[in-house]
């Protein structure tokens, strides 16, 4: 058991006859009694300090945890994020790759049509000339006939027999 300020200050010496002066005796133990008291409290004070200084780091060590674990999720977070993005990229382009597909297709499928149809209307312009054509090939020979002006002539005299 550890000897207290209080037993500094209450011992008694026994007393012989060349002993040391009481009141010499006393005063000495008074003040190592004070010094004594006062490196207890100080102690006592370090103690309280040590276990205040204890709790701040088992805050700090929890708030440590808090932050790494958050930067743990920002980071998740991030990287779910940047592979969102990456697969919203991926399906906004293969959905303007199918877009453009089907406009090429649109635009194939009219410029064929325009061709067919350029081509009906080639083929009913040649086929409009080539009857054109016959039909004034056929003027042309009747006019080249001479029964022509003989059918005049038949006709007048005709009208001029039946009159």
């Known amino acids: 058991m550890p000897i207290t300020p209080i037993d500094i200050q209450n011992k008694e010496f026994s007393r012989s006859i060349r002993g040391f002066s009481p009141l010499e005796v006393d005063e000495f133990l008074d003040r190592i009694a004070k010094d004594y008291e ?13 276990e205040q200084y204890k709790e701040k780091l088992n805050h700090y060590h929890k708030l440590e945890e808090t932050l790494h674990n958050a930067i743990v999720v920002a980071q998740e977070a991030a990287e779910d994020v940047k592979r969102n993005a990456g697969k919203e990229a991926d399906l906004i382009r293969r959905e303007a790759e199918r877009d453009a597909a089907r406009i090429l297709e649109d635009a194939r499928y009219k410029a064929g049509r325009i061709l067919s149809e350029h081509d009906e209307v080639y083929k009913q312009a040649q086929i409009y000339k080539m009857r054109f054509r016959s039909l004034v090939e056929a003027q042309l020979s009747a006019l080249e006939m001479e029964d ?3 059918m005049g002539n038949t006709k007048d005299e005709e009208a001029k027999r039946g009159a």
């Open 38 to 50: 006062d490196l207890i409290k100080e102690n006592m004070q370090m103690k309280e300090q040590t």
């Open 148 to 150: 022509w002006l003989s």
